[in-house]
């Protein structure tokens, strides 16, 4: 009984070991899987159906549980308008890599091609939510449920590329259909601000869309933003914000319409598989985020918020010049000419300042003449005290003059300086023009430095003020000495 035990144990291991060996997998043909997934997908992409489908029941052949050779094979019945076949295979290509996004948006569109737009989103439902199944589902809720839910959905998908073109002129589009013009005006002067800005010819059908929802004019504005679309939509940024958000490459390009047939697909590549190392792929996107072409290779680059607004700007030097650029939705703008005005309105102030300085030192040191003078033209004896007050006044007012004419010849030096007015202008007219606060206009400060015309006059008209008050107090001091030598303090007649 134990021998036939014995016996009867290594019958069962060696039919076990026979059936193993039997049904491990053949090893793939890695090169003949290589070539039918090629010539398939140029096949596909050429539009030979038939040729394109035996190559793809190649790879399935080969690779059965690979599902790139179903969803292919699935593409292929549904630009055939075999509607059944191809949701038979696209169902075996999603249980094979239930995650992969480019078999449920295919599947998905499969579902509304056939009507069932409940079914379309369930096969999104376990997709994570990128900027294409979001887009998906928005033109899912505008065949199902109406402006108001695409418009939500619209919304949660600016959320994800904030920056999109073809986003923000869609939720501008439904809004003005919804009468929500506030909103509208809101999504198209957000439109106008990004970068690159739209294009010239675009340009006045925004402006005018804009002007009529401000004043209240929906008719016009809807007129205008319908130029305003069909000009954008040509567009290469339009064209660039719309290929991130619609999966689906040719001729829909650029209209946002979600009509399904077999004719959309035309040109679609197919689906590929994973990669089996990491695929890291850089995309060139300088002309997209708004930084301009260089001459010549930059020399430094620096990052940081150059002007204070919180946002960290970019700095850059190629070319002998120096460029900043801000970050504004996304887009790079430049910001050197606000910068540039910055330190342009900080310069002249700065010479503006010290210009006025001298001149209040200058008036400071004959303030100390002319009460000298003042005082000794009070002691010259005379036999009338009117003389007396005539001589006082006369070297006074003879010592501001002299003061006022040398500021106006500072201020002509330093028109000079800096180079304020157009070459051949006589600087000594102009300060004195600028100073007296004339304003002829006959002459006008070159645009780098037109705030110290301002500051010459701000600087005259202190000063002049300043003379006036010292012309009272002497006065008044010389009738006030003149008074008391008449003894008493008793009032008299001034001596005629």
């Known amino acids: 009984m134990l021998r036939k035990r014995t016996q009867y144990s290594l019958k069962n291991v060696v039919v076990l070991a026979l059936l193993a060996g039997g049904c491990r997998e053949k090893p793939i043909d890695q090169g003949a899987l290589l070539t039918a997934r090629t010539v398939g997908l140029a096949q596909l992409e050429r539009g030979q159906l038939a040729e394109a489908e035996q190559e793809f029941k190649t790879v399935i052949s080969l690779a059965p549980k690979d599902a790139s050779g179903h969803a292919n094979l699935g593409l292929t019945y549904l630009r055939a308008n075999r509607l059944a076949e191809a949701e038979s295979e696209l169902k075996r290509a999603r249980k094979l890599d239930a995650r992969s996004p480019e078999v449920a948006l295919i599947l998905a569109r499969l579902y509304v091609l056939t009507k069932r737009p409940d079914d379309a989103t369930r096969a999104l439902a376990d997709i994570e939510l990128d900027a294409r199944v979001l887009y998906t589902l928005a033109q899912i809720d505008r065949q199902t449920s109406g402006d108001t839910v695409y418009s939500a959905r619209l919304r949660q998908l600016l959320e994800k590329v904030p920056s999109n073109l073809a986003v923000r002129v869609e939720i501008a589009d439904v809004f003005l259909r919804l009468g929500e013009n506030d909103s509208t005006l809101r999504y198209l002067e957000d439109i106008r601000r990004l970068r690159p800005e739209p294009p010239p010819e675009a340009q006045p059908h925004l402006a005018a869309a804009i002007d009529a929802l401000r004043s209240g ?245 202190l000063l002049f003020g300043w003379s006036t008050a010292v012309i009272f107090e002497v006065l008044r001091k010389t009738v006030t000495s003149s008074r008391s030598e008449e003894g008493d303090g008793e009032r008299r007649r001034w001596p005629e």
Not at 368 to 379: D, F, K, L, N, S
Request: hydrophobic letters at 50%.
């Open 217 to 461: 004019r929906a008719a016009a504005a809807r007129a205008a933003f319908d130029r305003f679309r069909h000009a954008i939509e040509v567009t290469s940024p339009y064209q660039a914000a719309l290929a991130l958000v619609n999966w689906t490459e040719g001729p829909i390009a650029g209209n946002q319409t979600f009509a399904f047939s077999p004719q959309t697909l035309i040109t679609m590549r197919g689906i590929r598989p994973p990669p089996t190392s990491v695929d890291v792929r850089f995309t060139d996107v300088t002309n997209e985020s708004g930084l301009p072409e260089l001459d010549a290779a930059p020399t430094a680059l620096a990052l940081g918020d150059y002007d204070g607004d919180g946002v960290d700007n970019l700095l850059l030097s190629a070319g002998g010049k120096v460029r900043l650029f801000a970050m504004q939705q996304g887009f790079m703008t430049e910001a050197t000419d606000r910068i540039h005005g910055a330190i342009c309105m900080l310069r002249q102030i700065l010479v503006g300042a010290a210009v006025s300085g001298c001149n209040i030192a200058i008036h400071s040191i004959l303030m100390a003449a002319v009460i000298w003078a003042a005082r000794a033209a009070g002691e010259i004896a005379t036999a009338r005290r009117s003389h007396r007050l005539i001589t006082v006044m006369i070297a006074t007012v003879s010592f501001l003059m002299a003061a006022h004419l040398a500021e106006v010849l500072v201020w002509a030096l330093a028109y000079a300086i800096v180079g304020v007015a157009p070459e051949g202008t006589d600087l000594v007219y102009f300060a004195f023009v600028n100073y007296t606060t004339l304003g002829y206009g006959d002459v006008t400060p070159v645009e780098r430095w037109h705030l110290l015309g301002p500051m010459t006059a701000m600087n005259g008209v």
